[in-house]
């Protein structure tokens, strides 16, 4: 789905497919060299993370594996709690692998610092973070992610995976919707 499908929807595109591409392209270079002669394992966290995961993994040029996890995040509406329920594991053991999370949006960053501690506990030789959105608000969490896609500004965004009510994960650009959506 395009922004020109849904047009009615969407208050302004803040990132173009392109825009995506071509940064997704620049992390890949960057992780390519840090990694170099090292198998890195790609874990995915979904559901929001698919989009991203699946263009970035395919913009690198080395050998990765690839796993997932669902996890849901204890809390009211749209606030998180950092109380993380796991609801599907990975299916590999993480002893001695180099691991790069890949998630769709740091926003308190509660649900990755959880993630990370869990991560590591498991005896993994590394444990980096790829985010493909940060906001503002994370500079708050004592977490730094070793690669940022794009710095957003402090708005409700969807698209490129990011969902409101599960729609609109299958748009192609990163956007924000009219206020009419929500039915305010
Ligand atoms: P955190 O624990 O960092 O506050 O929560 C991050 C999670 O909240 C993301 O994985 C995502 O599911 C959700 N989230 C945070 N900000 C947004 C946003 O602007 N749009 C959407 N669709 N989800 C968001």
Request: a negative charge; one cysteine or more.
């Amino acid at each position: 789905m395009h922004s020109d499908h849904i047009n009615g929807d969407l208050a302004a595109v803040l990132l173009t497919d392109d825009q995506i591409q071509a940064r997704l392209a620049e992390v890949a270079a960057q992780v390519d060299a840090d990694y170099e002669g090292r198998d890195l394992l790609l874990v995915g966290v979904l559901k929001g993370a698919v989009i991203v995961m699946a263009d970035f993994m395919r913009h690198l040029r080395s050998h990765v594996s690839t796993d997932w996890m669902a996890v849901s995040s204890y809390g009211s509406g749209t606030t998180s709690s950092g109380v993380v329920r796991i609801l599907k594991d990975l299916d590999i053991d993480l002893v001695d692998c180099d691991v790069l999370i890949v998630e769709d949006i740091l926003d308190t960053g509660l649900t990755l610092s959880w993630l990370m501690n869990n991560l590591r506990s498991r005896g993994p030789a590394s444990v980096e973070v790829f985010t493909f959105l940060r906001k503002p608000e994370a500079v708050q969490v004592p977490i730094t992610p070793r690669y940022v896609g794009f710095d957003i500004p402090n708005e409700f965004v969807v698209g490129y995976g990011l969902d409101y009510a599960e729609r609109y994960r299958n748009l192609r650009e990163v956007a924000v919707l009219r206020p009419e959506v929500y039915g305010h």
